[in-house]
């Protein structure tokens, strides 16, 4: 959400885009019944849009609950096929929507209370109808000049009647029917993260590694940061600060875009969880504000010399000693290069050296109390390109999936 204290305070200028490329946003959504029309229009496309071959649907979005029943379906609509090069715009543009969405509040992941993103205005107000953008004010304490200030904002990216009504003006397609339709939205969505040139610097951090996709996290925080200019929730968005606007982790915006990513691209699978899924989970991934530093793991509260299980065939990438951290083993798993599973305060018994292949379900360390710690607990990161995740969403592949191995 961008603020409007007065006049709007999003950026003025919205960058001009060529008319092939405005063209190119929208003919994707007309290649049903207007074949030729694209036809016409497909000579013109820039390179950014030459990926858009997928009609997106709004349900895709709503797939990122973790329910195990709804993880099943998402897993299920997005099991893993070969991948073509024109895949890759919306396989990775679509969680990386979701990630905004969940930014700026409307895609509630993981709460039960889920609401449609696209009905939402700010504050959690439902649209009831999607005519138009809804052109209402609602009100916001702005806590820069402790006063009371309203906002346009409306729908699953929380996009301003100004913006909404500037990108109409730059537009001549759009989906048919309602005009803040989903769709619609989406349209909207894409010309905005085109236009700061966050679309640019996401799509180059894409590998497609042995028919799997990941995003460099680089490439994400790049395009977080330019996108920044455009919703004032994202990481280190400067453009809500003189009123007071939070903005969101770059952690909690990395979780949700893998949480996502896995969701669109199928990776969701039965793992085995490493210590039990009866073990209670005794701290978060979070600010430790008394000790003025970020906890970047989870804590599980196990017994001394609980084994730790290789969640899936893998490697154990690392054993060390570190201070603070205790005993440390690290394990990747088979086919993921991008992803490591971080365990601290094991004890100093470690079944294999680093560089092993595991068989899913085999020890790879054993909880403990070593380094700096309260007791005996299983501190577990899950990092992604070497930059942490909450490791429940991981975790919880153990619970959420038909274990097809038996
Ligand atoms: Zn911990």
Known sequence: ??????????RDVVTTLGAGLVAGVSAHFLTDGAGSLLRLLAPQRPAFLDYIDEKPSAPALNNVSPSAKEADKAAESFAPRLLGANDTFWLVTRPYMAAVAACEGTLLIGKPNKIDPYHTAFGYRELTSLAD???????????????????TAAGAFQILESTWDDA???HHYWAPGDAFSPENQEICFCYLHNSTGGSAELMDGVQVLNQHITVSFDAFAKA???DGQEWASLPYSEIGKPT????????????????????????????THPVGVNVPRTDTLRWRPKKGRMHWGEDYATPMNTPI????????SFIGEDDGAGHIVCFVPEGYPELEMV???????????????????????????????????????IRIDGHPMEPRWYLGMATWFKDKEG
Request: proline share 6%.
């Open 1 to 10: 959400m961008s603020i409007t204290t007065g006049r709007m305070t999003r």
């Open 133 to 151: 953008h809804p052109r209402q004010l609602y009100p916001f304490w702005d806590s820069v000049n402790h006063r009371w200030d309203a906002t």
């Open 168 to 170: 109409h003006q730059q």
């Open 224 to 226: 977080m940061k330019r």
């Open 244 to 271: 007071g606007q939070s903005t969101r982790s770059m952690w909690q915006a990395w979780t949700w875009f893998q949480w996502a990513l896995w969701a669109k691209c199928g990776y969701r699978r039965a793992i």
């Open 309 to 316: 299980l290789a969640p899936e065939n893998g490697r154990i």
């Open 343 to 381: 365990s601290f305060h094991c004890t100093g018994k470690f079944p294999h050296p680093p560089g092993t292949l595991v068989k899913r379900g085999e020890m790879i360390g054993y909880t403990g109390n070593s380094g700096i710690g309260t007791g005996p607990h299983w501190h577990v990161e």
